[in-house]
């Protein structure tokens, strides 16, 4: 990353000022001290009363939505108050060349640039040492790789942003693509994996090891359940855990009828109507219509705050992973069970940051925390509440995202103003190869189209409107 310049630098210096007087800090300072001593210095001043004990909590329903790849700066960059960057910043290629960061809107898709990179080695590159300006030379990676969305460009997660709290130090957990983070989310790991690897082609041909939250859950006589839309993400740990998965529909009627488990993880359609490529995945991953994802996301989290378990609730808004799309700040490298100090051999390593948002009346509203997080952070704090053990060391060393929010004050039950956005359904890419396919499906697909889910004796079925949105009528008259 070359420079910054124009109004992107008068944003930045005022930004550096406000996270000075936040810290407690002169606002002259901001010219003197690195931007991340700034923000780690804020996030301690930051910190409120401690966590209540877990049976005074006020929270017992857990709601976690995974959306796909992509970055904090990329979505959430002109966010108010967080530590974002977007234009006026320059990336230079493989040939040297610096280009600019440019804005994506109106092009929701990506159609006509490659899927960027965001494996295990493209990341290392893109990190390059700590200087995070790397997002030119990995893979197959061009400008869509260091292009962004501004704050009205995006139907809903912006609007989210502002109202709720915001997490400018949320990390994927592992630099690397989007399995593996999965695999972080559910159980603070990845057995060893650094790509897409299905248990069949690991020592765990017939799933991993169930140490889930969930199995931990089930263990402690705690309500538990898993939505998804198409292609189950929990049949990675074989026929048991994925018979505690169910349809979104079910997710809608049980928030309704206030009868949501305890822990719920929601996932978007991944595969599409006819398979993820050229362009039908509603999840946000390229080169699906990011509009599909955000009116699906609009769709589970207004679900949730008219849910009679809103009052006791949160919801958290997080992507797998950065998805190989620009992000200024170095990930940290913490505790975990293979930790190496070859940062290219090391599970420690964290990626690049994520859009995350908390959305509970338990959060201040119009909030960014600057304390540092993963998925474990949110594993550390359903363990908490219930009263579990850690499922490995990096959940058990992580910071504990309910220290974010705001325990003191009475519960903000009031609902603000959310859009719902027009629910636009995934088009394909016109022409964007030959033959209008993509040579490689979306990695989640892996599980269909390896024969993985018929061995688990799972009938795959395509999404549709119906299966997606609350309102799929709106689709239709969208179209």
């Known amino acids: 990353m070359d420079e910054l310049f124009g109004d992107e630098a008068l944003r930045r210096r005022e930004f550096l000022q406000r996270t000075a007087v936040g810290a407690g800090l002169a606002a002259s300072l901001a010219t003197l001290l690195p931007a991340d001593k700034l923000v780690a210095e804020a996030a301690l001043k930051q910190r409120r009363a401690p966590l209540p004990a877990p049976r005074n909590l006020p929270i017992d329903t857990f709601v976690v939505l995974m959306m796909e790849n992509r970055s904090f700066d990329h979505y959430l960059g002109w966010l108010p108050g967080a530590d974002g960057h977007q234009d006026g910043l320059q990336f230079t290629d493989r040939n040297g060349q610096a280009q600019q960061t440019q804005r994506l809107a109106p092009d929701f898709q990506g159609c006509g640039h490659p899927d960027p990179d965001h494996s295990w080695a493209g990341g290392r590159t893109q990190l390059n040492g700590g200087r995070c300006d790397g997002f030119l030379r990995s893979g197959d990676n061009d400008v869509f790789a260091i292009s962004y969305y501004a704050e009205d460009d995006l139907g809903f997660i912006g609007h989210a942003a502002k109202a709720f709290t915001t997490f400018d130090r949320f990390h994927c957990s592992i630099m690397a693509s989007t399995l593996p983070n999965r695999e972080y989310m559910w159980a603070a790991q990845s057995y060893g994996n650094v790509d897409n690897t299905l248990p069949p082609q690991t020592q765990y041909t017939t799933g991993f090891p169930d140490t889930t939250i969930f199995a931990s859950l089930d263990r402690a006589g705690i309500s538990n359940r898993y939505f998804f839309n198409d292609v189950p ?115 420690g390593l964290m990626g690049f940051r994520i859009p995350a948002i908390a959305v509970s009346p338990w959060v201040r509203r119009g909030h960014v925390a600057h304390s540092t997080y993963g998925f474990e952070s949110i594993l550390k704090l359903i363990a908490y509440r219930f009263g579990l053990d850690p499922l490995t060391l990096r959940d058990a060393q992580a910071g504990n995202i309910g220290r974010s929010f705001d325990w003191t004050s009475k519960p903000a039950l009031d609902l603000p103003e959310l859009p719902r956005p027009e629910h636009v359904v995934s088009m394909p890419c016109p022409g964007a190869l030959p033959g209008g396919v993509r040579a490689k499906d979306h990695d989640v697909l892996e599980l269909v189209t390896s024969g993985y889910l018929d061995r688990m004796g799972f009938d795959y079925r395509a999404a549709t409107a119906a299966s997606t949105f609350r309102e799929p009528s709106k689709v239709r008259q969208a179209l």
Not at 300 to 324: C, K, N, T
Request: proline share 10%; glycine share 14%.
């Open 233 to 347: 993400i929990s049949a990675l740990w074989g026929p048991s855990r994925l018979a505690g998965s169910g349809p979104i529909g079910e997710y809608y009627e049980r928030a309704a009828s206030g009868t949501l488990p305890h822990v719920s993880y929601v996932d978007p359609n991944f595969g599409g109507s006819s398979g993820e490529e050229p362009g039908l995945s509603g999840d946000e991953h390229p080169h699906g219509d990011v509009r599909t994802g955000q009116a699906f996301m609009a769709d589970v989290v207004h679900a949730f705050m008219q849910s009679p378990q809103w009052q006791r609730g949160a919801l958290f808004i997080v992507y797998d992973e950065w998805g190989g799309f620009f992000d200024h700040v170095r990930p940290p490298r913490v505790p975990d069970v293979r930790n190496d100090p070859d940062v290219d051999k090391d599970f």
